[in-house]
């Protein structure tokens, strides 16, 4: 089976520009969930998703949203960037999701640098 | 506010050593908590633990939670240079059920 991928992998974009990253799960699954990871703070969750429906969120501002495709791909936009949002954002893909206890996959991140 | 922390922040130790890295972590509506490897790359999956006082084993790592004291440990036995990474723990619960993470233990294992 293929793994999870991320596109781009790496971006540079200006402050207030906006970006989006793409996040294609294993074949099969249906929750993707994104991170943000920071030297700083670490690895921190963004939201997750599960058969098109948001269905757990973390503490980020608006200016963060995502979605879920019907194949279960997902996009993650940022908006009005701040040099703050420079990270490491990954994704994960599991079958069930949070709720169902079981391994996440993880995608190999696309990071993203804001000048 | 929940929170998961890590100790020791980062630790060295030489090929054939055993490591101990510690997990706490308060976390409301706690349901399990997760043990990844972080090398250069995404992390990868080691353990899930959501009941008290059951080992979890895997090759030369193990793990344990304790859920009265709000811990668990991640062992790891005979190490190799191949182990060095950031090891991450992350509880997974909330008020919005997710998973929050510590800030990770660096490991380096020389040779």
């Known amino acids: 089976k293929a793994g999870v991928t991320q596109t781009p992998r790496y971006l540079i974009k200006t402050r207030g520009q906006q970006v989006t990253l793409s996040c294609s799960p294993i074949?099969?699954?249906?929750?993707v969930s994104w991170y943000q990871q920071t030297p700083g703070q670490g690895l921190q969750f963004l939201f997750e998703?599960?058969?098109?429906?948001?269905?757990n969120k973390g503490n980020f501002p608006g200016r963060f949203s995502g979605r879920q495709f019907s194949n279960s791909r997902s996009e993650m936009n940022v908006s009005t960037l701040e040099l703050g949002d420079s990270a490491l954002y990954l994704c994960?893909?599991?079958?069930?999701?949070?709720?169902?206890?079981?391994?996440?996959?993880f995608g190999p991140g696309t990071r993203l640098l804001v000048l | 506010e929940d929170k998961v922390v890590q100790s020791p922040l980062s630790l060295v130790v030489h090929e054939g050593d055993t490591v101990t890295l510690n997990c706490s972590y308060e976390v409301t509506n706690f349901r399990s908590l997760l043990w990844y490897k972080q090398e250069k790359k995404a992390p990868t999956f080691l353990f899930m633990l959501?009941?008290?006082?059951i080992e979890k084993k895997s090759g030369r790592l193990s793990s344990i939670l304790d859920k009265k004291e709000l811990f668990s440990i991640l062992n790891i036995t005979a190490t190799q240079t191949g182990d060095s990474a950031v090891y991450l723990c992350?509880?997974?619960?909330?008020?919005?059920?997710?998973?929050?993470f510590g800030t990770g233990t660096l490991l380096a294992v020389q040779p």
């Open positions: 998703y599960f058969s098109e429906t948001q269905r």
């Open positions: 959501t009941s008290s006082g």
């Open positions: 994960a893909s599991s079958s069930l999701g949070l709720a169902g206890e079981e391994t996440q996959y």
């Open positions: 074949s099969g699954h249906r929750s």
């Open positions: 992350a509880g997974y619960g909330g008020a919005t059920n997710k998973l929050i």
